[in-house]
């Protein structure tokens, strides 16, 4: 997209995704590109449904932690501070409302990366004022209806927080990029045991090896499909609610 | 406690408490201080089982956000940003490990604080290196049992986010700090009633105008010891696990 | 109190009083609390006066300096960096502000506070621009006159950068805590003689070993009830002129 | 890549690329992307030859400015601040070491970012001392011989900073990406004419009104592939110096 | 001074003086550059006493307050933020250490850097650990000892605070900078008139409106040459036993 | 000049040049401050011009780069952070603001500052708003025209990366500050010899052992001299342009 178009686009008030991330450990049978490349492709969904925008992609988010995404012990979980991440968000909320953008939606598939996205927002809407666009911020699981749970987890769900490289992001990442999902690697491991605080230094015996907090073993292709379906319907008709877009024609 | 006497502690090498909390309202029935009060009341009671020490309370924390406390449309509830709260744990737990201190639990009773004390750790740790004490950092709720669980909501749990200013807090209070409560304000509101993602500017018609996020009528103070009693001796066996005491004689 | 309360106290335009210190030692007799203790108690005296409101107290301050304090190496004293506690200066007047207050009064007992206070509402007040509150900045012995100064210094008055854990403090102390002070273990050393600059790394040869800058010996509980009592109608007055409120009634 | 993956090239000591760039303006057209496709093409060019890792893209950098880039008048330049950026390299280069990397190429494709990414790779190698990898940082045009020059260029070179969206990154996109140049919209502008010095607020009248800054009509795919092979040869070659790698077999 | 001379001098373990003060208004009387024109003076009088080597001034500080130096009121003062002075020099610390030098004099001439200049020292001592040089810090009219204060004081002294472009700093000036002084313009207004505390905003009635806190009509350059001597004495002195250095020959 | 002088210049609205610089090695033959000595000369000749206002220079930028200035290897080369740099920048240019000035100029010497006093004024700009004044940075060399380079460099001219204290720099010190050059210490080495990239750790052996990038022995007082009339010229040229102001009379 050149200038002179994404000007052309802006001018209709469009809602502009802007996917969010980390580069991190995944189990041995998925990319370290998870966390971004699943919000980049329900964006993708979404946005064909609002006839949205969708600006490049942030590939580094927060911190890796044990419980809830392996940690700092994993080679390849490149993190960076909270205060630089919330840096990043609140510098291009900023330059996205410059460029005449008034919608925008922060679309996230990193547990860690929540709050500092929203310390980030919450500074460039103080700092823009009356002249700040309307801002939403999600992490896509929280889209998850109940019929879509019980197909996806039949026998359970154990929380988000232990869906690390299990069954959802494989299932969803069998759906979107096929050819990225080793399935022949996936571990069979015990389940993330941990108590229910952090520790410093991390206590690596808490973590599966493998790096995967539940296993994925139970996720297939069609499971994520029907996630992404779930996601499709219910985060277009979220965003046509909040942003008042007809529905679609 | 004067500092020979700190000090003459400190030469036992103990846990010490660092509680962590907020002044935000908590509905017309409770005090702005409940999450400030809530884990120094829990840290008086684990202090006692394992002989620890409790530093000053921090008063202030993370902004409130409207699905978890809130948010900033109530008078009352004063926030820090993201970067100020951890900037206040990263010099904190510098200062300690000065002071010769090895063994740090940070009891946090405010949601929206979790990572930015994370972050304040993680920066301590990352400047202290080897001399790094070994810090712990927890929430309250996520000691409850199932047991406990089903004596306080028997009628179900709707998730840690609703509970603000609801039947957790002020059963705790009720338990605590009874000359506190306001029994005869509780309010008797639907629910907060949002959808799954954060919006700004924020949508006060999302929010129980009387700020509790979830009815606070069953509260009782007999829940409250319950939670108590189950905080009591489940930190207390966490810590002593974690830091290899023995057991209290 | 609550919420509703809160909020309709700043309905009136009250004066909200924040109390700043730190936690530091102070000699064997005083405990290490005495730096947020006392401007409590003084802005406790002074909110009856005026009918203000007082928000819950900042126990961590600047680092304790050798010359002011005994400096870095005694156990207990544990201080923030000084863009730490402007920051949080910053983001409490902030917060007061959106919460409606107008009138704001920082209460100080640590003489190492005093600029990074300053600077710290140096920056809210520039964020606010026109929609700042007006606000006071204040270090309570500086509310001392001279027939006080004569009562409670027949001998002379050394400075307060000596008066650490002296004369002063003892007495205030003795006057509104009683039971916190050992009165026993007031030490009887020479006081701090120190040259007239500081030096990195600390000269511990400059500073009493027991961290009472000066012999707390001539302390009383009259000499502090003398100057709690000089306070109570000092800062009153000064705050009614300052903020145009009427006489007491 | 998996994270096992990775951890196995990270074994034999493995360039690792740092793709860095922005999205920004790049006249009528060129996508908005240009200055992170371009060093990601390269990277990949350069590390088939030395073996060598890329890591995910940088897809935002410092701010447009006006004498070089056009600045911030144009729709869809989404810069940060100077001191986000060097958070951003100062994280990834702290967190590449601790991954094992040792060998870290910043290759970069925005020419304001220069000295923000210096900035960011001073800071992380003072943090991390005598565990620092070696670090290199290059912005692609600098390794232009004057060979490829001649034929680029037959009718002169106005220097980098005329460059953009000129015939040298109009030359290389249509060599790396053509399905993104829109070869009829390449507007036939005069060039940039600005003073020596910059100006705030910026002066519109300075800058040609489609975004290039010298027309880009002399571009072709061939002129791009030519310096894509320059690049190939010059970078690698100076890789293989740096580093001591052995030469290709 | 080139830097072979530099590196020379620095082999021989030289104490190395670094001036600061500030930009700001000094009544009508004095030049804007008072407070970094007088420690270069004082510098260079000790320097010679004991071989030290000078640096170059910083000409901006802290910014002005009301109460210490006449505040924002007044055009020509032009100040930094606290954290922005603190980097400075901790910066500059750094470079130092890195520069071999051991001894490291911060020599001060106005009142409202103190505390930030302290906290830039911290954050470079704390930085360089046990590679940290030997700093001192110091404000010169501390050196005042009573025989002088008694010369030029002969009918009492207001305090430093008052001491802003008053008796101190113009008979320092006509003796060090005669030419800068306009006697004929010393104005002979009443002293500041404030309460002991700070107001945002300021309160420009108790500013005597030609800037000068207290008259300097009594100033003579012979009380600037007494005290020139006695600081030229007393801080050679204290610098002797400090860092060691023998005795002049 | 006094502070009402200051106020009755800024009355007429004149240029206010800010000359920033760097504490650097700059070979054997020319002192450390070059940098800003320079910058000072020519802010000097051309405020004659245009009746402008000079502040007091800064004497320390942003670190010395290998390529650019020798390095961090050279003693006496005292750089700060480059968020300190643009932290100076950003405040100076709000004081200034506040002071009444309206039209600024940063006149720079040292090449290594230029992003980061881009960016201070880049914050400053966006915190005034529409309050900001009209900002230029300049470096000076930006401003030789053709006729001077052919009678400074008659041999070809190496790009003002290697003029680090060699020709142009060596020349006009010799024409601003005679007695500050020694001639008889000009090096004679074989200039930089650095391949197109920055790396970390610096190599030495890239950069002639005296510090000069490339040989000044070609440098005059005539050619300075020349230089400088350039700058007068075309810099008061320039700046009647930007800021509209009549031609001298």
């Not at 409302?97 to 919450?122: C, K, M, P, Q, Y």
Request: one cysteine or more; charged letters at 20%; aromatic letters at 8%.
């Amino acid at each position: 997209m050149t200038w002179p178009e994404f000007a052309e686009h802006v001018a209709r008030n469009p809602v502009v995704f802007l996917p969010t991330g980390m580069t991190e450990q995944h189990g041995p049978h998925l990319p370290l590109g998870v966390d971004f490349q699943l919000p980049l492709a329900i964006a993708d969904l979404v946005a064909r449904e609002i006839d949205g925008l969708i600006a490049p992609p942030l590939h580094y988010g927060y911190k890796s932690m044990p419980r809830t995404g392996g940690g700092p012990g994993f080679p390849g979980s490149l993190g960076l501070d909270g205060a630089t991440l919330s840096a990043i968000l609140r510098d291009l909320i900023r330059e996205l409302a410059r460029s005449g953008v008034r919608r925008i939606v922060v679309l996230d598939g990193h547990l860690e990366n929540r709050w500092f996205l929203t310390e980030g927002i919450e500074l460039a809407v103080r700092e823009l004022g009356e002249h700040s666009p309307r801002v939403v911020c999600m992490q896509h699981w929280d889209f998850l209806d109940d019929e879509t749970m019980a197909r996806v987890f039949p026998e359970g769900y154990a929380g988000i927080d232990k869906e690390h490289a299990a069954i959802l992001e494989t299932s969803l990442m069998m759906h979107f990029y096929p050819q990225h999902v080793r399935l022949d690697r996936i571990p069979d491991e015990p389940p993330l045991a941990a108590p229910p605080y952090d520790t410093w230094p991390a206590r690596p015996e808490w973590i599966p090896p493998a790096g995967a907090l539940t296993s994925a073993k139970p996720a297939t292709a069609a499971k994520g499909e029907c996630v992404a379906d779930c996601y499709r319907r219910r985060i277009s008709a979220a965003l046509r609610a909040e942003f008042g877009l007809g529905a679609r024609s």
